[in-house]
């Protein structure tokens, strides 16, 4: 309603500094003073209502995108594998799962890492359980935030959540309480992690302390062959839970990125239909205000072609200021809000960084909010004819 007001209220006041048509030989007059009109201060409110728009659409894609994309398993605190195979204690004999994974031969290596639970020291003199995470971590490599994998049985590495919980760096030294004892482990590095609350760790240390769970990742020759040889295992380990690496990532997140699909899909409807609405508006309102400049200029020989192409130059070039103000916007204060909201769905701290996917932010959006309003333009210009300067005198 603002940026209704401000831009069709009142007279015109006089510039100081005027744009010289002379000194702009290089473009087409009716681009020149779309370009002008544009520049007024009175087009700043309508392009912060486009880039509210774009803001719009851009965050909850971007977001969807981020859970869709294979590159955040790492944010699920596990290295890029193409499969996983989960042994539950109890419910599987790990040495069988180890010999079929390694007769496999398109599997070209493999690794086994056993979830154990221990209590580790934190701030004040308490102790917290933590989950821990123990083989050879540089067999599937992970993605750290600072630092690198424990290679030691006095080393570990610490989710970022579980780090700021104990209150310490890389380089320190955290009491473990395990079967041998209190030991201390020195922090290897910090990494990205978003399940089990974001409180996990990674250690090489074998105490003989009961296993949760046991995870065995494996590589393929070929990974476009994934779901058959995840079939082949099925097979032949009906007791244990074979996935692909993707498979895994969504069933964790798979409701999440379903309903962020949902969002995406109507924030997107919702800002379009904003946009348009606005710039049908506003292009109803300014032809009425200056309908006796557009008459002048009929008499001075422009066509309704050359007046159309004035109007849609104005408005694309808001346009591409309210996407450029947008996208500053989303890649920096939108990056930190839709990030913590990510990482509060997954109950961890990780500082998640949006994987947008460049066609779509960078070219589906931008082109459907252009389309958008340069509809919106040509519609409200189609039912409102430019005066002439016969009619407006009949008129007065």
């Known amino acids: 309603m603002e940026a209704l007001r401000s831009t069709t209220s009142g007279g015109l006041a006089r510039r100081r500094h005027r744009w010289s048509l002379a000194r702009a030989r290089r473009l087409p007059v009716q681009v020149w003073m779309g370009v002008r009109e544009a520049c007024r201060p009175s087009s700043a409110l309508l392009t ?6 774009a803001l719009t659409m851009v965050l909850p894609a971007s977001a969807y995108t981020t859970l869709e994309d294979p590159r955040f398993i790492t944010y699920l605190g596990i290295g890029e594998a193409d499969i996983r195979i ?3 204690s109890g419910s599987g004999d790990l040495a069988q799962v180890e010999d079929v994974v390694g007769s496999e031969t398109r599997i070209t290596h493999h690794t086994t890492l056993l979830s154990r639970r221990y209590e580790m020291a934190a701030s004040e003199g308490q102790w917290e359980s933590v989950v821990v995470e ?15 994998p424990p290679t030691s049985p006095d080393e570990v590495a610490l989710s970022t959540a579980q780090a700021e919980a104990v209150g310490v760096e890389t380089g320190a030294r955290v009491p473990v309480r395990t079967a041998d004892g209190t030991v201390d482990l020195t922090v290897t590095g910090t990494y990205q992690d978003i399940t089990n609350g974001g409180r996990t760790a990674k250690a090489v240390l074998d105490d003989g302390s009961p296993d949760l769970w046991q995870v065995v990742y494996a590589d393929l020759e070929d990974p476009q062959q994934g779901d058959l040889v995840v ?12 996935r ?18 949902t969002v995406a899909v109507l924030a997107c409807a919702v800002a379009l239909g904003l946009a348009f609405l606005v710039t049908t508006l506003l292009t109803t309102l300014l032809v009425s205000r200056e309908r006796q400049a557009t008459a002048v200029l ?20 808001i346009t591409l200021a309210g996407l450029a103000l947008g996208g500053l916007v989303a890649a920096t204060a939108g990056q930190q809000v839709i990030g913590g909201v990510l990482s509060a769905l997954g109950g961890g701290g990780a500082q998640i960084q949006l994987l947008a996917r460049p066609w779509l932010v960078g070219g589906a959006v931008p082109l459907a909010l252009a389309a958008c309003v340069a509809g919106a333009v040509l519609v409200a210009l189609r039912r409102l004819p430019a005066p002439t300067l016969t009619t407006l005198g009949a008129g007065e």
């Open 134 to 148: 123990v083989g050879d971590h540089d067999a599937i490599p992970l993605s750290y935030v600072s630092g690198e």
């Open 231 to 242: 079939d082949s295992l099925r097979a032949s380990l009906p007791d244990a839970q074979v």
């Open 86 to 88: 989960d042994v539950y």
């Open 298 to 317: 009929s008499a001075l020989g422009c066509t309704r072609r050359d007046v159309t192409l004035q109007y849609l130059t104005r408005f694309m070039t």
């Open 244 to 261: 692909t690496t993707d498979d895994y990532a969504s069933q964790v997140l798979g409701a999440t990125s379903s309903q962020l699909r």
């Open 48 to 53: 912060g209502v486009l880039a509210v728009c």
